[in-house]
T-cell receptor
Framework: GEDVEQSLFLSVREGDSSVINCTYT??????LYWYKQEPGAGLQLLTY?????DMKQDQRLTVLLNKKDKHLSLRIADTQTGDSAIYFC???????????????FGQGTELSVKP | DVKVTQSSRYLVKRTGEKVFLECVQD?????MFWYRQDPGLGLRLIYF???????EKGDIPEGYSVSREKKERFSLILESASTNQTSMYLC???????????FGPGTRLTVT
């Protein structure tokens, strides 16, 4: 079945790079997503990558996709205290017609940035 | 700006009570979703709807039902609340042609 796995915690110092990892099982996923949840808030889309891409860069964020290993990572350069949040990886299950736009989310990685 | 609102931020109910969680979106989105979020388990899909009066079970529908009488509103119903339904409940919506979901702020429900 479909499954998305993430480690639960990551702690870094301010100014360092953070790398959050995710593995997924559905090789037919067309899009993979990173969502961010700040304390007390809902989730917000951070970035996404189409499955025919290996890398996507957006300012401080770099997404790497290894389709062979079904591994997705999010790198945050020059991590700031404001980046402290929970980061969720998500995939689109596209077996058949994905009516309703379902996403499958990972457990979320809590990033803690220490000054 | 897309706005998804949920009727309460915090709710405390007693075991056996019937609980209604309301979600409203103002962007004319076709798809709406209810998730619960628990530490270490991430988001789990309870129910979703891709059109008015349509509903589909997600991964953990037991103990819940939903109602979508109007396009903008998607209600989650706990027929008889139990302590294991204490959780954060998140509503989301998306347009038919997009897979990006827009989330509400969440309702933290405690069942005592």
């Amino acid at each position: 079945g479909e499954d998305v796995e993430q480690s639960l915690f990551l702690s870094v110092r301010e100014g360092d790079s953070s790398v959050i990892n995710c593995t997924y099982t559905d090789s037919s996923s067309t899009y993979l997503y990173w969502y961010k949840q700040e304390p007390g808030a809902g989730l917000q889309l951070l970035t996404y990558i189409f499955s025919n891409m290996d890398m996507k860069q957006d300012q401080r964020l770099t997404v790497l996709l290894n389709k062979k290993d079904k591994h997705l990572s999010l790198r945050i350069a020059d991590t700031q205290t404001g980046d402290s949040a929970i980061y969720f990886c998500a995939e689109t299950p596209v077996r058949g017609y994905n009516q309703g736009g379902k996403l499958i989310f990972g457990q979320g990685t809590e990033l803690s940035v220490k000054p | 700006d897309v706005k998804v609102t949920q009727s309460s931020r915090y709710l405390v109910k007693r075991t056996g009570e019937k609980v209604f969680l309301e979600c409203v979106q103002d962007m004319d989105h076709e798809n709406m979703f209810w998730y619960r979020q628990d530490p270490g388990l991430g988001l789990r899909l309870i129910y979703f709807s891709y059109d008015v009066k349509m509903k589909e079970k997600g991964d953990i529908p037991e103990g819940y039902s939903v109602s979508r009488e109007k396009k903008e509103r998607f209600s989650l119903i706990l027929e008889s609340a139990s302590t294991n339904q204490t959780s954060m409940y998140l509503c989301a919506s998306s347009p038919r042609t997009s897979l990006e979901q827009y989330f509400g702020p969440g309702t933290r429900l405690t069942v005592t």
